[in-house]
């Protein structure tokens, strides 16, 4: 027979058989698993005797989670928003227009200076892209747009080829597309979004009715499927016409044409916007060495611009949260410290009783771990339920992740664990005969 480490944290020597090896590893393990298993319950036990010193511990942790979560779930939740609504483009699409992706105001001016996009350069990448399914050229304005007696302001005109109903996803509800035969014909006909056939004919069907447009009358063949708005900005206010009618009867010579291409496939997307851009640079003489004078973009495009907006917004927050884990803990140490303090006498019984100082050091660093974690827990718990509200009361786009919630609490538990060392360490080098001096 043998004498077996410690049983849990009560100091007691427990026999063994010495076996092979097999009884010894038994005993080894179970061991282990009743320290564990005691060392959890004694913190458990603190945690619920001292209720109202616990949450006003853990309050700068459970703050930092719920600011973490919380803005993580902002994050993801507008990621998916920006992605379905703002960079949506169509399959396989991208855009081809005159300035691309403006971030200052210097580019701005340096791009006032670009060539417009014209009909006939969309024609011939029309004829000429081998690496494009279809392209569909636009070109849009602003105007007051009446039925009757009724007026609908800032409606968008929308000059459109037949293609960019297909690249769009544009569905219709009412009637039918634009075709082929409206733009050679240059037909005054249009397609209503759904905001302004609600306006002007929620009582009856819209198609074959006429609408007046700026000076420019136009009949109704079909309405759109409602898309919805994009932060608060409704994207059904549209009226859209043959691209060869708008260009007779809105184009003005500041007017440039906007490209939407669609690959035929996903793996092409790459190759299909260098060709287009080899062809436009050819066709415009430019050197090199010269920068594009047009802008091309995808959905990859603006979801890299949109992530490096939100970056900023996470860096804040996660300078925020830093603060909030420092103070707490911060006010973790501190609390173990007393905690030490008052159970001196606890201690030294237990180490007359023979508990080891890995046993000592385990059960407060467990403890300040297991608060930390709480404390995570909490926060995760009050970032759900602002998540909800939220969404539920203003209707905001908030996801969040499974992500956010694993690294809240890894991060508590973190903090509880490298706060809660020099506590425990503390308690562990007590001298066994003068913690038991020390006032119970």
């Not at 694993?406 to 664990?417: H, Y």
Request: proline residues 3%; glycine residues 8%; neutral net charge.
């Amino acid at each position: 027979m043998g004498v077996a480490p410690m049983d849990g944290l009560t100091g007691i020597p427990r026999l063994v058989p010495r076996a092979a090896g097999v009884g010894l590893k038994t005993g080894n393990l179970r061991g282990a698993l009743v320290t564990i298993s005691e060392t959890l319950r004694l913190s458990l036990e603190s945690l619920r005797v001292h209720k109202l010193r616990s949450f006003l511990t853990l309050l700068g942790v459970i703050l930092a989670v719920t600011t973490l979560v919380a803005v993580m779930s902002v994050v993801a939740g507008l990621n998916l928003y920006v992605a379905d609504r703002v960079a949506n483009l169509g399959a396989n699409a991208y855009v081809i227009n005159r300035f691309g992706i403006i971030t200052s105001q210097d580019a701005w001016i340096k791009a006032q200076k670009r060539p417009l996009i014209t009909q006939d350069e969309y024609l011939r990448l029309k004829d000429t892209m081998r690496t494009a399914a279809q392209i569909a050229g636009e070109e849009n304005s602003v105007s007051d747009v009446r039925a009757n007696n009724d007026l609908l302001e800032d409606v968008t005109i929308l000059g459109a080829s037949p293609e960019y109903f297909e690249i769009r996803n544009l569905n219709v509800a009412t009637g039918r597309a634009l075709t082929q035969a409206d733009e050679t014909h240059h037909s005054p006909i249009c397609f209503l979004g759904a905001d302004v056939a609600k306006r002007f004919f929620a009582t009856v069907d819209p198609v074959g009715k006429s609408i007046r447009a700026g000076t420019h009358s136009y009949e109704v063949v079909g309405v759109a499927q409602a898309i919805g708005s994009a932060f608060g900005q409704s994207q059904d206010n549209f009226v859209i016409i043959p691209l060869g009618t708008y260009l007779k009867e809105w184009h003005t010579q500041q007017s440039s044409v906007t490209l939407f291409v669609q690959a035929p496939s996903t793996e092409m997307i790459q190759a299909s916007e260098d060709e287009a851009r080899m062809l436009l640079r050819a066709w415009r003489h430019l050197p090199y060495n010269d920068a594009d004078n047009f802008g091309i973009l995808g959905s990859d495009s603006i979801m890299a611009l949109w992530q490096q907006l939100t970056g900023n917004l996470a860096f804040m927050a996660t300078a925020l949260v830093s603060v909030f884990l420092v103070v707490g803990g911060i006010v973790i140490m501190n609390i173990m410290l007393a905690s030490v303090t008052e159970r001196t006498r606890e201690i030294g019984i237990r180490r007359a009783l023979g508990a080891r100082k890995q046993h000592i050091l385990l059960q407060f660093v467990t403890e300040s771990a297991v608060l930390s974690t709480t404390g995570g827990i909490i926060g995760v718990a009050a970032a759900y339920l602002i998540v909800f509200l939220v969404r539920t009361l203003f209707s905001f786009p908030m996801a969040t992740p499974v992500s956010a919630v694993i690294i809240s609490l890894l991060v508590s538990t973190a903090v509880g664990l490298f706060f809660g060392i020099y506590p425990a360490t503390r308690a562990a080098k007590l001298d066994p005969i003068e913690a038991l001096r020390a006032d119970g």
